[in-house]
């Protein structure tokens, strides 16, 4: 069974950047390399949404309201991968999730979780 651990949340103003780390371990390189991973972000009082997600590939797909701020990235060789955000807003605000899907694209619901990190853009 993967662990994954994100990392970089915190407190930005708005405008500002923030990259967001996750780390996987338990598992072997090649189950990393060859499944699909993601981030998630839930709200106060909101459902939990996908922000992005990349393919084993390299293809991403990014939610409407994060597309051209944040940018989705992985390090095969390292097991890690990122979420760069960019010109933050305070509806940006959150618990971020990273997560590992079942196979190389990410369909459905990621079958592993980070435990979250929190994020928390001012105005």
């Known amino acids: 069974q993967v662990q994954l651990v994100e990392s970089g949340g915190g407190l930005v103003q708005a405008g500002g950047s923030l990259t967001l780390s996750c780390a996987a371990s338990?598992?072997?390189?090649?189950?990393?390399?060859?499944?699909?991973v993601g981030w998630y972000r839930q709200a106060p009082g909101k459902e939990r949404e996908r922000v992005a997600a990349i393919s084993s590939s390299g293809s991403t797909i990014y939610a409407d309201s994060v597309k051209g701020r944040f940018t989705v990235s992985r390090d095969n060789a390292k097991n890690t991968f990122d979420l760069q955000m960019n010109s933050l807003k305070p509806e940006d605000t959150a618990v971020y999730y990273c997560?590992?899907?079942?196979?190389?694209?990410?369909?459905?619901?990621?079958?592993?979780w980070g435990r979250g990190t929190q994020v928390t853009v001012s105005s």
């Open positions: 338990g598992a072997s390189g090649r189950t990393f390399r060859i499944n699909a």
């Open positions: 997560g590992q899907y079942s196979g190389p694209n990410p369909y459905y619901a990621p079958i592993s």
